[in-house]
């Protein structure tokens, strides 16, 4: 699973007078930490073996006041126990502005302990653009963050709703190193205005729960009221808006679109089909390319596909299918189920309610401008055939209106990894937060830009 990025980074902003009055700045850890695996638990001395590595710290932060290091493996916040990397999202959340912190750890082998105190979340600055913080009302009187980033000056603008995938982080003053950072600064630099939004419970999001423990309808929800926000800007060229949709935003981007229209979808990372179906390749076709060996891949896929038909098309609760000792295997080696409510990090009725979504409906009724593209090195959607789904489907229901793309190289999260191989070694041995930060694929911005230029006409 993804690296956890928690609470991010620093450098101009701009507020639209009266906006943003509901949300306050949320307190800033600002640490991107990682699963502290059994050989890094052993490399690192760790004696229990629980707890979450630093990858990287960020300026102006908590973090960095206490002097955490890249490489300090984190075992307790404020005497909380640290064992996941969801622990200390957890724990960083109940945070308050001003309060002590104190951080047990172990570096270079000794344990250490740091203390301080808890300082706020900087805003989003950029020399180059204009940042615009707003909010989305959510329902029952929530609010999630929303940023608007624009070239600077006057203007009508073509727009950008970047929507993001499965996992809950905060887009919120992301490092410039991070990729999705750089792929939103690359199209503002082209000069389209770039939305994002938090979803509900991350970030500075006020009135609902964590974002772990809510469904995908509850989210999908507060996606669509993202492009009614969107949509409502005095800049934006309202014949021009556009979605991108990265990993499961891209299954997201054509149902918010079915009742309000855009001009075009951008996906990447994509399924392109249901997530039963999905779930099932994960095991049969992703796995191999981590390293699961294929005997074992044949004996786990007798117990995953009962389990997952249990669990997706019946709604059976974690609990209840852990009465199964095989299930409960399953669940806990390949699902990150801990014994609560969570599969992958999120509350399990997320991932049925997926199970509920009109794949094929929706792009047939979003009726936009399609491009679907697949990065050769991109392990998370498999192989080429989610992207190609979509392109067929559409051009189905509305011929000449979707394009496939291959995007040589790339890896789920826009970097030139090479290979499958290539960044699944990476992510095991420990080298990729160091080598993304220096492999963007920049061609992405451009292949993005001319795509949407193309369209603008129609």
């Not at 794949?359 to 992207?387: C, H, P, R, T």
């Amino acid at each position: 699973m993804k690296n956890l990025i928690l609470l991010f980074m620093t450098l101009t902003f701009y507020a639209l007078p009266g906006h943003s009055q509901h949300l306050k700045r949320r307190p800033f850890l600002g640490v991107q930490v990682a699963p502290l695996t059994d050989s890094l638990a052993t490399a690192k001395k760790v004696p229990d073996g629980k707890g979450a590595i630093v990858v990287s710290v960020i300026p102006n932060s908590t973090a960095a006041a206490l002097k955490l290091q890249p490489q300090d493996v984190i075992i307790s916040i404020n005497g909380k126990t640290i064992a996941s990397t969801q622990d200390v999202v957890a724990t960083a959340r109940a945070f308050s502005v001003g309060e002590n912190v104190t951080i047990n750890l172990y570096r270079n082998g000794e344990k250490t302990q740091l203390k301080g105190k808890v300082k706020p979340m900087p805003y989003e600055t950029d020399p180059k653009a204009e940042v615009i913080y707003d909010e989305v009302a959510l329902a029952n009187n929530g609010y999630s963050r929303a940023i608007m980033k624009k070239p600077k000056g006057k203007g009508i603008f073509p727009a950008v709703f970047f929507i993001q995938g499965f996992t809950c982080y905060s887009l919120d003053n992301m490092p410039e190193h991070d990729t999705q950072r750089r792929l939103i600064d690359g199209l503002v630099q082209k000069g389209y205005a770039v939305f994002r939004m938090e979803k509900p419970g991350m970030g500075d999001s006020m009135g609902t729960k964590p974002c772990q423990d809510i469904g995908y309808n509850e989210e999908l929800a507060a996606f669509a009221a993202g492009l009614k926000k969107l949509k409502s800007y005095d800049f934006v060229d309202q014949n021009n808006v556009f979605l991108f949709g990265h990993s499961l935003g891209a299954t997201t981007a054509p149902l918010i679109a079915m009742d309000n229209k855009v001009k075009g979808i951008m996906t990447y990372g994509a399924t392109g089909k249901p997530w039963l179906e999905y779930m099932i390749e994960l095991g049969r076709e992703q796995h191999p390319i981590i390293g699961v060996d294929y005997v074992q891949i044949d004996e786990d896929q007798k117990i995953a596909i009962p389990l997952l038909y249990e669990f997706m098309v019946q709604k059976k609760t974690p609990a209840l299918l852990a009465q199964n000792e095989k299930y409960k295997d399953y669940m806990q080696t390949y699902f990150g189920w801990q014994g609560d409510e969570r599969i992958f990090g999120r509350h399990y009725t997320y991932l049925q309610e997926l199970y509920d979504v009109p794949v094929n409906k929706s792009w047939k009724e979003a009726d936009a401008y399609v491009l679907s593209m697949f990065g050769e090195a991109d392990v998370q959607a498999i192989d080429a055939d989610g992207a190609k789904i979509i392109a067929d489907v559409v051009n189905s229901y509305h011929p000449g209106k979707a394009e496939y793309k291959f995007i040589p190289a790339t890896d789920h999260t826009f970097v030139k990894s090479g290979s499958q191989k290539a960044y699944s070694r990476m992510q095991n041995d420990g080298t990729y937060d160091t080598f993304m930060a220096d492999n963007f694929n920049y061609e992405l911005v451009d292949i993005l830009d001319a795509w949407m230029k193309d369209k603008r006409g129609r």
